[in-house]
């Protein structure tokens, strides 16, 4: 029983103790003369306390001056002097004051110092025009990717309202205790007497205060990464402006807030950035307007290389972009002597991706994956493969979140920086260990080669690969031959094929160049997938017009095919008509038309009569019958060609089309000019609709049809 009342008493001191300090906070926020309202209040609650306690411990429960000490004057003075409140006796009468009575000074602004400023006219004026709405509060969030400039245009927009708005207060507010910090400042700027008589949370507690029956003041919070850590704060006020950075761009809604998003410079705004900054570079304007787009025109990076640039005179221009392109990860991370050089693009994306990490480590991984293809139009159905459907969803609206993606519709868009960034390895960032990068470069690379069309001449499938082709084009150009994989050839291969349909031929000998040189590597000479490479070599270099480069190439084709393979393999016999080509196509017409009509027996004996490759090769037989000066013979044969493929393929199949084209030729050369215009028109009508008024074998029927009328 001894136990329970001394626990009482205990409680019973402690709640009187919270009172008593509770007291004193209500003295200093409110003043004294309100605060003597409450006094008889707190003393009856005391007196009461005591009484209770009294009642319930009896006098069996006290103990005798040795065992606990009493709690005289002087213990209640170190007690006060250890949380920094002094007795509100002791308090001068203008610290106590209420805060309705205690008045801004005139001009009392804190704002950073803003660097060079240039550009975002339509922002300035869309925050104006929200800021200085009727409303009587408002909460604007400007939000944007690290290093866009979020920062910058808020401290020139609070500068531009000094005269409008007092105070203009600036505040770091990153965590909360940086935004009770920078309110403390605020409490203490507003009344000096209170800096050394109140704690940090006491002088918070009568900013807010302040705030919240004051009116005409601009707040401006810098860098809030969670949005929940304001509410305390804006449900307190009523009438002011408060003006928000952050890297977020969701959650804002709950709070009321207008939401501006900024973007990156234009090339201009970013060149005269330079400028300005680096004036002795005018002469360079051209390779520096360059060096912005390198930069992707991000403020921060443009004025990271610019305070480079304006303080090493003898680094040309042209250097530091060189520079910049073969190693970024240094160069985004090398500032200016004087230069803080925490804000660099780096470290501050990496303050986000540690965030990234801590919430989404699928997000992190996406944005390595998304680094290795172009920066936009990224379908999401190429990432939906990586974790299940829901988890990359998720992890993507992470990453808009916090402003590293856009989102429109389904699909993805990169800063080009970030992904440079993204794919440069480095060793003791744990955001960019080369193993994980390589991942990511092996991971992009099949992610495309699943997600690209298994057909390549059939038009209904050029859609999805025109869609494709800018990331595997940028993948090409992001990696080297020395990390290819089997995967990277075999999506080289059929890129470089599906290139040549589209008559895009200097990339696609450079893709098979690479190819085979890879497969080489990987495989050896005699693998099909090297064969395969060889002959798709061949026939880029056939179609360029390489005759001798083609026919050489054909010829070792052919011949490791059909000793690895055997003579009646498809793909020999691919080769055999490949070669048949070249030969056609090198004037050696004899020999070309024997070999065809050895092939064409061959694959409608393996294959078939109805079997595409079939068709190609009696095709290729007649357009050579022709060339010999057997026009009736190519006559005959290219009319049979042209029936099957219309049955087979489709009258809009461009092997129809190509058959079509021949088969007016072939009239054309026989002299019936009446039925060669008629098939030529309809040709041409036919290639415009299905492969465009610029492709190659349009452009070729429209030659032709003018020659022949």
């Known amino acids: 029983m001894m136990v329970v009342m001394r626990g009482w008493a205990g409680v019973g001191a402690t709640i009187t103790a919270v009172a008593v300090v509770g007291l004193g906070v209500y003295f200093v926020t409110v003043g004294l003369d309100a605060a003597d309202k409450l006094a008889s209040v707190l003393g009856l609650f005391v007196a009461t306390s005591g009484l209770v306690l009294a009642s319930v411990s009896g006098p069996g429960s006290r103990r005798r001056d040795t065992e606990l000490p009493q709690i005289d004057e002087s213990m209640w003075d170190h007690f006060a002097q250890a949380i920094m409140f002094p007795r509100p006796g ?22 950073p110092i803003s660097p060079e400023f240039v550009g975002r006219n339509s922002e300035l004026d869309t925050l104006d025009d929200i800021m ?26 609070a500068g531009m309202q000094v005269d409008r708005f007092n105070p203009v207060w600036w505040i770091s507010a990153n965590s909360p205790s940086a935004l009770r910090e920078g309110l403390a400042e605020l409490a203490v700027e507003l009344q000096p007497e209170l800096r050394d008589v109140l704690p ?22 810098d860098d809030v990464s969670v949005p929940a850590d304001l509410m305390p704060l804006l449900e307190r006020l009523r009438e002011g402006r408060v003006l928000v950075t952050s890297r977020l761009s969701q959650g804002w809604n709950g709070l009321g807030a207008r939401v501006l998003p900024v973007d990156v410079l234009t090339d201009d705004e970013a060149t005269e950035l330079v400028m300005r900054v680096a004036p002795r570079r005018a002469a360079d304007e051209m390779v520096v307007t360059e060096l912005c787009r390198e930069l992707g025109c991000l403020p921060l990076a443009v004025g990271q290389a610019a305070s480079y640039l304006s303080q090493n005179d003898l680094i040309p221009v042209r250097v530091y972009l060189d520079s910049l392109m073969q190693r970024p990860e240094l160069m985004f991370d090398r500032t200016a002597q004087g230069s803080d050089d925490e804000r660099t ?25 998304t680094a290795w293809w172009a920066p936009k ?11 299940e459907p829901i988890e990359v969803t998720d992890a993507l609206g ?30 003791i960032d744990p955001h960019r260990r080369p193993g994980d990068v390589a991942d990511a470069r092996d991971r992009a690379t099949l992610l495309l080669d699943q997600a690209r069309p298994t057909g390549i001449h059939d038009p209904a499938d050029w859609p999805e690969w025109r869609l494709l082709l800018p990331h595997i084009d940028a993948l090409v150009d992001r990696t080297s031959g020395e990390t290819d994989t089997p995967v990277s050839t075999r999506l080289l291969n059929e890129t470089a094929v599906f290139l040549g349909t589209q008559g895009v031929l200097s990339r696609a000998l450079v893709y098979l160049e690479r190819a085979l040189d890879s497969d080489s590597r990987l495989h050896g000479n005699a693998h099909p997938a090297t064969m395969t490479s060889r002959h798709n070599l061949a026939n880029a270099h056939k179609t360029a017009g390489n005759l001798n480069k083609a026919t050489s190439l054909f010829e070792e084709a052919l ?19 490949s070669l048949a080509c070249a030969l056609e196509a090198d004037g050696q017409l004899d020999t ?17 009569d109805d079997h595409p490759h079939t068709l190609l090769s009696r095709n290729d037989l007649a357009f050579t019958l022709k060339e010999a000066g057997r026009v009736d013979m190519a006559v005959a044969l290219f009319e049979r060609t042209l029936a099957d493929r219309r049955r087979i393929l489709g009258p809009d199949h461009p092997h129809t089309l190509v058959s079509s084209k021949e088969l007016a030729e072939a009239y054309f050369a026989r002299g019936d000019l009446e039925q060669a215009v008629v098939m030529f028109e309809e040709t041409l009508a036919a290639c415009e609709h299905t492969l465009g008024t610029a492709h190659p074998l349009t452009r070729a029927v429209r030659a032709d049809l003018a020659a022949a009328v």
Not at 346 to 369: F, G, H, M
Request: net charge neutral.
């Open 377 to 387: 139009l990224i379908p999401t159905s190429l990432l939906m493969a990586v974790a």
């Open 345 to 369: 693009v780096l470290r501050i994306w990496r303050i986000t991706l540690d965030k990234l990490a801590s919430t989404s480590p699928l997000a992190v991984e996406l944005l390595r994956i």
């Open 592 to 608: 070309a038309v024997r070999l065809f009509e050895q092939t064409v027996a061959d694959l409608a004996r393996v294959l078939g």
């Open 132 to 157: 200085n709405s009727g409303e009587p509060m408002v909460l604007t969030v400007v939000h944007g990717l690290g290093g866009v400039g979020k920062s910058t245009l808020a401290a020139r927009f």
């Open 398 to 427: 992470v990453l808009r979140a916090y402003n590293m993606i856009g989102i429109d519709g389904d699909l993805i868009s990169v800063h080009p920086m970030i992904q440079t960034v993204a794919r440069s390895p480095d060793p």
């Open 559 to 577: 011949a490791d095919r059909r000793r690895v393979l055997g003579e009646d393999h498809p793909d020999t016999l691919y080769t055999m008509a």
């Open 90 to 111: 002791d308090l001068p009468r203008d610290v106590a004051r209420p805060v309705t009575e205690a008045t801004a000074r005139p001009g009392l602004v804190c704002l």
């Open 200 to 221: 940090i949370d006491a002088l918070m507690a009568r900013a807010v205060s302040w705030l919240s029956c004051h009116s005409g003041w601009l707040l401006v919070l």
